[in-house]
């Protein structure tokens, strides 16, 4: 089966923010029908266990100008490395974990960065009890060698694992050593220069309000 | 200094989500205040980390019909203890995390639960090299006993933590087996009964996000 699929453009263009998500959606999708083998996929395989219309996933990728043929389907491999371009994820980067308490130390080991092709390579923390020590390989370096070690090493995405109180002012401090995207898990909202992109992940917000709608419930 | 704090209403009411969300930070805000030994804060004081104003924190409050003395500020102890017990989380609540790969070892490691008073008494997964393991004192035990386990010990509160593709499936198996609120880890839009609540985290999802804009930045 021969299945044709547009080249998609290298340019730089102002794509939404929702797209890229999606598209992060789509890779997922692909990524799952690539181990199993699958080699030819249509819309609505793609997007079968996604909250996402086939419809709004032919949208997103005509942006790119990219799409299947029709009644033929998507290229599973390649379409796949042509969203890992779009995204970026095709290339290594190199992320810091900052903080390494409970969380932190969760986030060293889970192994799942490397699906994004994410490389932790530094991690910090301001503990002494905690610098110095190594945990999956990598040693933990006391809060004042961020600087040194994030430029020396080109590290530009940080993910941001320390306690709500101290989280604006390492932020800050990772702004000024070169960090252009954070991944922050404390329960702040981050206040950082322009050019520095920050995504929120707060489980504990996500869990009270689970248990807060539960014992509603069972009021 | 005398502080008063007007008792809030144990009424079940329907407060927006968005309220409760917040509740939550305040929350985070608050141990973090006692933690530091401060007995009495403002609101200023309780919102500063937080994208929240100080006039919404106390428009919030007030729909529990608890709210600090103008000019003399909250009881810190004693609006935690409100709070939690608004929330839920004044009492524990039995979690089980399903699927123990990658993401949900990490989980079971990770000892934050703790705070929110969270207790991880059971784990699970399909995989046969996984069944039987212990993890953080937690055996892993097979799917297959995972209706009898979850109702013996009255577990409502489900950690979501395996592949995309069979997590709707298990998701269905959980809102059968009594399950009433996931946290979702996988990137998939779950589609459960309505009695099931669900608040899903895609750290992946939002990893790409950035990636995806430090790319267009360097482009």
Same mark, same amino acid.
């Given at each position: 089966?021969f299945?044709?699929?547009?080249?998609?453009?290298?340019?730089?263009?102002?794509?939404?923010?929702?797209?890229?998500?999606r598209?992060?959606?789509?890779?997922?999708?692909?990524?799952?029908?690539?181990?199993?083998?699958?080699?030819v996929?249509?819309s609505?395989?793609?997007?079968q266990?996604?909250?996402?219309?086939?419809?709004?996933?032919?949208?997103?990728?005509?942006?790119?100008?990219?799409?299947?043929?029709?009644?033929?389907?998507y290229?599973?491999?390649?379409?796949?490395?042509?969203i890992?371009r779009?995204?970026?994820t =095709?290339? @290594?980067? &190199?992320?810091a974990?900052?903080g !390494?308490?409970?969380?932190?130390s *969760?986030? %060293?080991?889970?192994?799942?960065f490397?699906?994004?092709n994410?490389?932790?390579?530094?991690?910090?923390?301001?503990?002494?009890?905690?610098?110095?020590?190594?945990?999956?390989?990598?040693?933990?370096e006391?809060?004042?060698?961020?600087?040194?070690?994030?430029?020396?090493?080109?590290?530009?995405?940080?993910?941001?694992?320390?306690?709500? =109180?101290s @989280?604006? &002012?390492?932020?800050e401090?990772? !702004?000024k050593?070169?960090?252009? *995207?954070? %991944?922050?898990?404390?329960?702040?909202?981050?206040?950082?220069?322009?050019?520095?992109?920050v995504?929120?992940?707060?489980?504990?917000?996500?869990?009270?309000?689970?248990?807060?709608k539960?014992?509603?419930?069972?009021?």
């Amino acid at each position: 089966m021969f299945v044709k699929i547009g080249t998609m453009s290298n340019k730089k263009r102002n794509i939404p923010q929702d797209t890229a998500s999606r598209l992060s959606l789509y890779l997922r999708s692909l990524r799952m029908l690539g181990k199993k083998r699958v080699d030819v996929a249509s819309s609505e395989e793609i997007t079968q266990f996604l909250n996402v219309t086939p419809v709004q996933f032919r949208k997103d990728l005509s942006y790119f100008g990219g799409f299947g043929k029709r009644g033929v389907g998507y290229d599973v491999a390649r379409l796949t490395r042509e969203i890992e371009r779009i995204l970026g994820t =095709d290339a @290594a980067w &190199k992320i810091a974990i900052v903080g !390494a308490g409970k969380l932190g130390s *969760a986030l %060293l080991g889970y192994s799942g960065f490397d699906e994004l092709n994410l490389q932790i390579v530094a991690a910090f923390d301001s503990d002494p009890g905690r610098i110095g020590k190594v945990r999956q390989g990598v040693r933990i370096e006391g809060a004042s060698r961020m600087k040194e070690i994030l430029k020396e090493k080109g590290i530009r995405i940080a993910v941001l694992a320390v306690p709500a =109180d101290s @989280a604006q &002012k390492v932020g800050e401090e990772l !702004a000024k050593c070169g960090i252009r *995207a954070i %991944l922050n898990f404390a329960p702040v909202n981050l206040i950082l220069p322009k050019g520095v992109s920050v995504s929120n992940v707060d489980m504990a917000s996500e869990l009270e309000s689970l248990i807060y709608k539960l014992k509603g419930e069972r009021a």
